[in-house]
């Protein structure tokens, strides 16, 4: 069991500053532990990786090597060469998206299915994409909760779909979609299945194999690591045979000049998706957040987080019909966020209320903007969202805020 009262202890901006954080879908805040093994890094062992033979250089590119290793068992990846870091979800997509075009995986006349509730970062890589290589997306709709219809993928996939691209769990509503059954039936047509894992991987157990997915892409700065850095998992064959888009320092073998060409002899992966000098002090970051998130158990982060999302649902309910909540209601399916409309009242106002009681909300559309026009919220919601340091008062102080502002409303 997630004891959220001792677990705030080691979060700084909860224990000093005395915030009611929900807003951990955005950014999660970082543990004492985290913090402080990126300082002890900086201050005795850091160097670039990968481009000395010198001790403090050898010793940064091992901590940095180690980090892959500690995020590939989290997420039950075959090996740590599957991992590749960037800089965040956003650009794991947009890599592999770029990666599919240039090996020529995506063209002319073929098709990309994403669905309506997509975080922008999961559409609009594609939707570019498309653009250029002449494909075409299709987008499962949503219904009127705003969650897939996976009942029509079927008539929506064909021997033309090459990617299937979704989100594992919205970052508006909060549901979790069925990623096994999604990926089994587009693996069926062929199609490559990637998951966006940026809110489901920090709060339930994901493992790579047992979801059956080719890609998974997700940030460390929303599973207690530092921002900075992202993760693009694929299957290790798969990474094998690509050729990289992005060319630069640590992605190479050789490189020659023969007969006037450039001649590339490309590393192996995942150097050679990760150009430039990577993020290392942030890789060091991450390792400590998945070790402190593995040192709770992410069934029981789960458990926690579900049981205080039933907790705000029913909480919201009290307040009656000036609080609209977004998405389905069963807890069962859903991962710990909570939006909700308060009729034409402006979420930034809404927002700007709960400030004034030291509760961070996000608010605004969420970078899910057609998701929200579909669920007739055009002007966006408030977003409550938890994680392991969030315990009942929280969701109490919420309510209670909340409850002010009708007042108010109603004088
Ligand atoms: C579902 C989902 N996908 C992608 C992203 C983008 O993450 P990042 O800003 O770290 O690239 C987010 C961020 O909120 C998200 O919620």
């Not at 010198?54 to 290793?69: N, T």
């Not at 979801?211 to 599973?223: N, P, R, T, W, Y």
């Not at 000049?257 to 430039?276: H, M, Q, T, V, Y």
Request: net charge negative.
């Amino acid at each position: 069991m997630v004891d959220c009262s001792i677990l705030r202890g080691d979060f700084p901006e909860i224990s000093e500053r005395g915030l009611v954080f929900l807003d951990s879908a955005a950014s999660s805040l970082k543990p004492r532990s985290v913090i402080g093994s990126m300082r002890v890094f900086m201050e005795s062992s850091y160097a670039n990786v990968h481009r000395g033979a010198y001790r403090v250089s050898l010793e940064a590119s091992k901590a940095y090597e180690e980090a892959h290793e500690v995020v590939a068992k989290f997420i039950g990846a075959r090996s740590w060469e599957e991992v590749v870091f960037t800089r965040n979800t956003t650009e794991s997509i947009q890599l592999l998206a770029l990666t599919l075009y240039y090996n020529k995986l995506i063209g002319r006349g073929d098709e990309i299915v994403v669905t309506e509730a997509e975080h922008h970062s999961n559409m609009l890589p594609w939707a570019r994409i498309a653009r250029i290589a002449g494909a075409r997306v299709r987008m499962v709709p949503v219904n009127s909760e705003g969650v897939p219809r996976w009942d029509m993928l079927e008539e929506i996939l064909s021997e033309k779909t090459r990617v299937v691209a979704f989100g594992h769990a919205s970052n508006v509503t909060g549901y979790l979609s069925d990623a096994r059954s999604i990926a089994r039936k587009a693996h069926k047509v062929g199609a490559l299945v990637v998951l966006d894992g940026a809110q489901s991987v920090p709060h339930v157990k994901v493992d790579v194999r047992e979801l059956e997915v080719d890609f998974i892409a997700f940030s460390g700065h929303k599973m207690l690591g530092p921002s900075g850095i992202g993760v693009l998992w694929g299957k290790l064959d798969f990474l094998e045979n690509l050729e990289p888009p992005l060319g630069g320092g640590g992605t190479v073998k050789r490189v020659k000049l023969e007969g006037g060409d450039i001649k590339i002899d490309w590393e192996d992966p995942p150097w050679k998706f990760e150009s430039g000098t990577p993020p290392i002090v942030e890789a060091v970051g991450l390792a400590k957040a998945v070790e402190y998130l593995e040192s709770i158990g992410m069934r029981e982060v789960e458990e926690h987080e579900r049981s205080l999302t039933e907790y705000t649902i029913k909480s919201l309910e009290e307040l009656g019909e000036r609080v609209r909540i977004l998405g389905p209601k069963d807890p069962s399916r859903k991962l710990g966020i909570v939006s909700f409309t308060m009729g034409t009242l402006d979420p930034s106002l809404i927002g700007a209320w709960l400030d004034s009681y030291n509760i961070a909300v996000r608010t605004g559309l969420h970078c899910a903007h057609i998701l929200h026009d579909k669920l007739g919220a055009s002007q966006g919601s408030v977003r409550a969202s938890f994680y392991i340091y969030n315990c009942r008062d929280d969701v109490d102080k919420l309510r209670n805020s909340l409850e002010e502002l009708v007042k108010t409303l109603e004088k």
